[in-house]
């Protein structure tokens, strides 16, 4: 079957813009997790959806970021007002139930300018 | 505390030698450890996984070997292979935590 797909494959954006980032997981997870990895860094957690609520949220940096999954499935990391800092990989991660291994998606590598 | 601490940076290794990737961590209440693979341009995939209650896990020419009372583990890769060359990544969570803790990653080299 089809693993998590993540759209756009890049985006490069202007400082202050607004950008969506899209996630589709593996069907039937209903786990999903959003990371963000620098260059030559570890993924660091952003975001975890059990279902369409977001059990954890304590990764998310600052209020300018914001994930919606509102029907249990696709998830959307959203980002305003970007700044240089932001530019990195993001990668979206599902799981299915109770089981422990997360499946990552190829990641949007973000870019602001 | 949720720190996962990894060595080396980075490492060379001949065709069919051994590549050591050593991880430590401080929460004793991590309670599950998997290492992921990362090509250029890819998301990471599981490579391998264990849980504290064995000390070693073989899956083919990967091995994990855990340390509970050193709060260590590391992945052994066997006769390894230039098409092994990626980042390694070991992470650790535990039930209830459900988020991974990375470590930095080790970007590994397998010269032909």
């Known amino acids: ?32 997790y959003w990371y963000r990895q620098s260059l030559g860094q570890g993924p660091e957690f952003l975001i975890y959806f059990q279902g369409t609520g977001a059990a954890d949220d304590s990764g998310l940096p600052n209020d300018r970021f914001f994930a919606v999954r509102p029907e249990g499935s696709v998830s959307t990391l959203k980002i305003q007002r970007t700044e240089r800092g932001d530019s990195a990989v993001y990668l979206c991660a599902s799981r299915q139930g109770s089981t422990d291994t997360q499946y990552f998606g190829p990641g949007t590598r973000l870019t602001v300018l | 505390q949720q720190q996962v601490k990894q060595s080396p940076q980075s490492l060379i290794v001949q065709k069919g030698g051994i590549s050591i990737i050593n991880c430590a961590y401080e929460n004793t209440a991590f309670d599950y450890f998997p290492w992921y693979q990362q090509f250029p341009g890819k ?35 066997m006769d390894s292979q230039p098409g092994d060359s990626a980042t390694y990544f070991c992470a650790a969570t535990y ?3 459900q988020k991974l803790v990375f470590g930095t990653g080790t970007r590994l080299l397998v010269s032909p």
Do not use: M, W
Request: glycine letters at 10%; charged letters at 25%; aromatic letters at 8%.
């Open chain 2, 43 to 77: 998301g990471p995939a599981l490579l391998i996984a264990i849980r504290p209650d064995v000390s070693e896990k073989k899956e083919g020419r990967f091995t994990i070997s855990f340390n509970k009372s050193a709060k260590q583990f590391s992945l052994h890769i």
């Open chain 1, 1 to 32: 079957g089809a693993g998590v797909s993540q759209t756009p494959s890049n985006k490069v954006t202007e400082k202050g813009k607004y950008v969506e980032l899209r996630c589709d997981p593996i069907s039937g997870h209903t786990a999903l």
């Open chain 2, 95 to 97: 039930t209830g935590f």
